[in-house]
């Protein structure tokens, strides 16, 4: 679920940089933000999650679709935790839980599967990029899911 | 979905709040295999693609250009006009180009440009080495 875009486009613009030495390439840094490949879906929403001047708290919500996330600058931490239904919280079943850090530098992402609750912290003036294997249709696409863990207040 | 003529557009952000800004470059009008964002320093950076080039045969497949910041200009073959793509206020434009299209693009600096591909592109095939 986490690891580094190594894509075709990528060793296509490498092409393009060592054989035909455009100088004008150096001015320019190319970035797989999504790859069909290692997601294993199609993407049929791109968007831009775009902060402003301080660390936000973003997600806390489930949906039945994958989606796939990258950061294209700056960082943010991925809290992701398996949704339990109301007889599983009475009977005190722990939740399985992972977290997960994703940086520009690394070119990395990150995959949520299909209903997986999660939730994401991205620091101030970053681009988080996230694609959705269905098209976002208001709210009714994504059930709210927030605790305390998952909304980074403990 | 296949595209039948390049397509510009302007767009507004689709959501703000006191946290962040939320653009969609597309929301279920296209579908990508693959997503390139193309960042540029505080120098302006030309790309050429190869659809249709005899030489490097490539990349065919609809592609969406959606400007993040900062402008661009495209080139598309067969088309009169250059498109410029400049990001204004909460406008954010985005440009469709069929497959099979050649195009050039001028990045401007300081700009955040992503090309998303409807199906990935298959390696480009060159001509045998010739030995003269």
Redesign the interface.
């Known amino acids: 679920m986490h690891g580094q875009y190594k894509?075709?486009?990528d060793?296509?613009?490498g092409?393009c940089n060592n054989v035909l030495d455009?100088e004008?390439?150096e001015?320019?840094?190319?970035?797989?933000?999504?790859?069909?490949?290692e997601a294993g879906f199609?993407?049929?929403?791109?968007?831009?999650?775009?902060?402003?001047n301080q660390e936000?708290?973003?997600g806390g919500h489930y949906h039945t679709y994958g989606e796939a996330f990258s950061m294209?600058?700056g960082k943010s931490t991925f809290r992701v935790e398996e949704t339990l239904d109301e007889n599983q919280i009475q009977e005190g079943v722990q939740p399985v839980r992972s977290e997960h850090n994703l940086t520009a530098k690394d070119r990395g992402y990150f995959l949520v599967p299909p209903g997986k609750a999660h939730g994401a912290k991205?620091g101030p003036h970053s681009?988080l990029?996230g694609?959705t294997a269905e098209?976002?249709?208001g709210n009714d696409s994504a059930k709210p899911y927030k605790n305390d863990w998952l909304m980074f207040k403990q | 979905m296949a595209l039948d003529e390049v397509v510009f557009e302007r767009r507004a952000k689709?959501h703000e709040d006191?946290?962040?800004?939320?653009?969609?470059?597309?929301?279920?009008d296209?579908?990508?295999?693959?997503?390139?964002?193309?960042?540029?320093?505080n120098?302006?950076?030309?790309?050429l693609s190869f659809h249709g080039d005899p030489l490097m045969r490539?990349f065919t497949t609809d592609t969406l250009f959606?400007l993040?910041s900062g402008s661009a200009e495209v080139i598309v073959d067969g088309e009169e006009q250059t498109y410029s793509l400049e990001q204004r206020g909460d406008i954010y434009d985005r440009l469709m180009v069929p497959a099979g299209r050649g195009y050039l693009i001028n990045?401007g600096?300081n700009s955040?440009l992503?090309l998303?591909?409807a199906a990935?592109?298959?390696?480009?095939e060159f001509p045998p080495q010739r030995n003269f």
């Open positions: 894509s075709i486009t060793r296509g613009w092409y455009l004008e390439f001015s320019a840094q190319f970035q797989t933000l999504f790859d069909a490949k199609t993407a049929a929403q791109l968007k831009f999650l775009l902060p402003f936000v708290v973003l294209w600058h991205a681009v990029v694609c098209a976002f249709q | 689709d006191d946290r962040r800004v939320l653009v969609s470059a597309f929301n279920g296209f579908r990508a295999e693959l997503v390139t964002g193309i960042a540029t320093t120098k302006p950076t030309n790309i490539g959606h993040l990045i600096p955040r992503s998303s591909f990935d592109p298959e390696p480009a």
